[in-house]
């Protein structure tokens, strides 16, 4: 399995910014995808998660702002992110794991890529 992130950036407060992470070695409507987010001497945060049902969830600090989606046919998952916030400044990962059990916990996911900087400017 290999994920790829792409799509970050610099961006203004109240800006948008779309990551995508290119999937390959898996198929999308098998496992859970997920992004997570961190900051330095932070452990990884949930932030989204998609499962192979297509049922997707947000974190609360997210939630009406960001947008998990998919594209199976494609191998790619994407994370789109509006009215950014300077709290949102993390470096984001894409992750992928079979199952849905505990799917907002980092240490569950054996897939990860090699994440993608957001730094929103105020």
């Known amino acids: 399995v290999r994920l790829v992130e792409s799509g970050g950036g610099l961006v203004q407060v109240g800006g948008s910014l779309r990551l995508s992470c290119a999937a390959s070695?898996?198929?999308?409507?098998?496992?859970?995808m997920a992004w997570f987010r961190q900051t330095p001497g932070k452990e990884r945060e949930f932030t989204a998660a998609?499962?192979?049902?297509?049922?997707?969830f947000h974190a609360d600090s997210v939630k009406d702002r960001f947008a998990i989606s998919r594209n199976s046919a494609r191998g790619a998952v994407y994370l789109q992110m509006n009215t950014l916030k300077p709290e949102d400044t993390a470096v984001y990962y894409c992750?992928?794991?079979?199952?849905?059990?505990?799917?907002?916990?980092?240490?569950?996911?054996?897939?990860w890529g090699q994440g993608t900087q957001v730094t929103v400017s105020s």
């Open positions: 992750a992928a794991k079979y199952g849905t059990h505990l799917y907002t916990d980092f240490a569950q996911y054996k897939h």
């Open positions: 070695g898996v198929a999308l409507n098998n496992v859970t």
């Open positions: 998609i499962w192979s049902s297509g049922f997707q």
